[in-house]
């Protein structure tokens, strides 16, 4: 089931919370690098690196996702022997190649629920990595201390999160947080979005997702702890030191 079908709509017009286009545009290896974006949606970040590799190839379990970005290629004109985009399960594909270059810009990681998801997850790059190849995953930095989130994340009370007008519509989005895991704190966030003509409600669609939470030390263990060996790390993408920002972004290789 695609979880995204009906709020796929809003996708595009929430306000990033970071500029990473330039971050993620300035890591590409070379003009001829070969780049996979896991989790790429509606292709936010894999269309503004086009001109920066020599081919981009996005996955995404969404078909929902991926129907806005092939529409945004297409309207682009950008050829398939140049970007090209498929339903896949990031936990578990095979393309039968590697890549020089390997991103899953937005934290998508943190959709993974479970340990086998994750193992998956790095299964599936350390497959498709070329052999000099790097790797950026990027989650949250949580702004509290893991007891803090255990007693105070939880709350059905809806917080603001953005609003926007498009043409007559009015479309705001709140979060609501009914409910955590909390030995792994995997958070299950509600997003609620409204629209609304001349102040009468017209629809409300409720996108739930799931965001397994990372500490600074605990993300880098994890990708050690998959045999990798970590090669950058940033606290955000204004330059800030890694655990002094709100991101967690980490680059890493193969092992020797
Ligand atoms: C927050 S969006 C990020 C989209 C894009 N990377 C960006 O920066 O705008 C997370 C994306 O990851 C995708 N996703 C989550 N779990 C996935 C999985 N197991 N396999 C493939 N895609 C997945 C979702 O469908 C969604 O499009």
């Not at 936010?44 to 190839?57: A, E, Q, S």
């Not at 140049?82 to 594909?93: G, P």
């Not at 999160?161 to 299950?188: A, F, N």
């Amino acid at each position: 089931m695609d979880i995204r079908v009906e709020a796929v709509q809003y996708y595009d017009l929430q306000p990033s919370p970071f500029d990473d286009i330039p971050f993620y545009q300035s890591r590409v290896p070379s003009k001829d690098a070969s780049v996979l974006e896991l989790g790429c949606g509606t292709g936010r970040v894999l269309l503004p690196l086009t001109d920066y590799c020599g081919y981009i190839h996005g996955l995404d379990i969404s078909e929902a996702m991926l129907s806005i970005c092939r529409q945004k290629l297409q309207r682009a004109n950008i050829p398939k022997d140049k970007a090209s985009v498929e339903v896949a399960d990031i936990t578990n594909f095979s393309l039968d190649r590697t890549f020089d270059f390997i991103i899953a810009p937005f934290r998508v990681l943190q959709n993974l629920e479970t340990d086998d998801q994750v193992n998956g997850l790095f299964d599936c790059i350390g497959a498709h990595l070329s052999r000099d190849g790097s790797c950026i995953l990027n989650v949250f930095h949580p702004n509290r201390d893991a007891d803090g989130l255990r007693k105070n994340w939880c709350t059905m009370e809806e917080k603001f999160s953005w609003e926007k007008s498009v043409g007559k519509v009015q479309i705001t989005c709140h979060d609501r947080r009914p409910r955590m895991e909390s030995e792994k704190l995997v958070l299950y966030p509600e997003l609620i979005y409204r629209t609304y003509q001349e102040n009468a409600l017209q629809r409300e669609t409720v996108l739930k997702i799931v965001m397994r939470c990372y500490y600074p030390q605990q993300f880098e263990q994890l990708i050690v702890d998959h045999g990798f060996k970590i090669l950058n790390r940033w606290g955000g993408y204004a330059d800030e030191p890694y655990g002094d920002g709100p991101e967690l972004v980490v680059e890493f290789g193969h092992r020797g």
